[in-house]
């Protein structure tokens, strides 16, 4: 059995007035990530890290930020994608652990939501998900409110 680990990071600027997507959900709150896509920062960077441990480059080569196709793009279609890629080359999920880093909202409440939805759009067990959630004390650019950040740690096999 070949197994691979992969690892992904991704940040966007958060901004009054912009709709707020992570993990494939729309939060409510007064501010929003920006980005090319819908800049859901947990399936981007579920995407990089998927793709690392596939040895298939980075969400950015696929879907560059400049190509308009992806403009305001739903996050939920690149991951499809991207799982379509990595089984076509034969590997299935074992599994991901993320941590999402920002100071507002707070997103506790609504992992086993964005779990469901990301299982759903992978084929995979919700099981297979760890959401974390942390602040960062009011320090750097995620305790001023200027942004959101996220990290994932995938496993992924061919069997």
Not at 102 to 111: D, H, T
Request: net charge negative; hydrophobic share 40%.
């Amino acid at each position: 059995m070949n197994i691979r680990v992969g690892f992904g990071y991704d940040v966007h600027q958060l901004k009054a007035g912009e709709d707020f997507f992570l993990g494939g959900i729309k939060l409510e709150h007064h501010k929003g990530a920006t980005g090319h896509s819908d800049a859901d920062v947990l399936i981007h960077t579920i995407c990089d890290a998927i793709l690392g441990a596939a040895n298939l480059r980075d969400i950015g080569f696929h879907f560059p930020p400049t190509d308009p196709q992806y403009k305001g793009i739903d996050s939920k279609e690149l991951l499809l994608e991207v799982m379509q890629l990595v089984r076509s080359k034969k590997y299935e999920l074992s599994n991901i652990d993320c941590t999402v880093v920002l100071q507002e909202p707070k997103v506790n409440p609504v992992i086993p939501k964005m779990i469901h939805v990301l299982a759903e759009c992978m084929s995979i067990d919700e099981d297979q998900i760890s959401i974390k959630a942390t602040t960062s004390e009011k320090l750097g650019f995620e305790g001023r409110e200027e942004g959101v950040s996220a990290y994932a740690t995938v496993l992924i096999y061919q069997s």
